[in-house]
């Protein structure tokens, strides 16, 4: 009798219009495909990956299995993750199989097939690293839970993988080989420049994370900041900082929703910036979150928002984002972003794309996170290393071949003269 490797790889090729596109290893031992290192490897370790992909087909039975270790991409043949899952990826384009409907035939052979091999029967349960959030979708409390998921993990574990700033979001790059921390000082001052920022300007930092603009803003422009961020963890690091620098009296963190940012009539702040916190308000919600910024800047005020977009099947954050990484999390085409910002009364000025910023970005973060990744295992344990692992290649393939994009969109307050120069010189 065949085993297991055969008996899927016969199931699974009508459905694939083709050959499997990898070697395939199972628990019991059995191999199918070819040898001569021409495709990655994929090893099935335990049933349960075939049960996580029959009861979440796609995306995420396949995360699922991979952060468990009962699936893995074995680094053999010059093949690692990332080009495993770009030659996976560049072969269902190749064959269309998006969106394809197999016939029945193939479809009770396959049932057949699982049968067979006792592959029925309940869902696995969910691996531990995989979200749980709870409330109504966007309500501040189920917010507080899902930022707290994924930022409050461990303050460490970010001062691994992050540069000494501590900037969690893409950084300027002004060639392919300058460092991680000096494209996040560019980025900073890329930011507080488009701004106009000048000592003595009121600022608001909405969405702060570890208050990397917040204290480049008070240190290096002598704004006075106001960091909002409903991350405990978050605002320890940075009062820590604040503590540390002398900057007292130039920056408060809030622990504080978004929503009630808005200060009241006649003390709005001089200029907004919000990096990366879009992506996080909901689509519901991202009317309210542009009201707020209009709202908290003065007439001819600047807003700098700098966010991630998506389009496609799942223009949220995809259901590998959703579960493991960002909870709640939406993206959507930029075009969108700017008609949503403009419909909440912003000027928009400038839009700056930097999506092969991003790559070069988390490139950088992938290489602390490997060197480090002993490290990383004794702070949050292997799978959500592998997690984290999975979500920087991913990440770094999708703004690679432009799935992912990320923009600097500079907005003004209409009603007040915004001194914006007639030519850019950021």
Known sequence: MSGVAQRLTSALEPFLRGPLPVRLVCWDGSVAGPADGSVPTVELRSPDAVRRLLWHPGELGAAQAYVTGELDVPEVDGWDLDRALTHVFAVARHRGLSGARPRPQALLDAVRTVAGL???????????SQARVRGRLHSPGRDRSAISFHYDLSNEFYEVILEPQMAYSCGYHATPDTSLEDAQRAKLDLVCRKLGLEPGMRMLDVGCGWGS????????????VTGVTIAAEQKKFIDARIAERGLGDRVEIRLQDYRAAVPAPGREYDAIGSLEMGEHVGEGNYPTYAKVLHDAVRPGGRVLVQQMSRSGRWPGGGPFIQSFIAPDMHMRPVGETVGL??????EVRDVHALREHYVATVDGWLERFEANVDRLTKLVGEEVVRVWRLYLVGGSMAFRDGRMGVDQILLVRPGGAHALPPVRHW
């Open 341 to 346: 910002l403009e419909a909440g009364g912003l």
């Open 213 to 224: 603009l917040s204290l480049h803003a008070a240190e290096h422009f002598g704004a006075h």
């Open 118 to 128: 006792g592959l029925l029967g309940r869902p696995p349960r969910n691996p531990a």
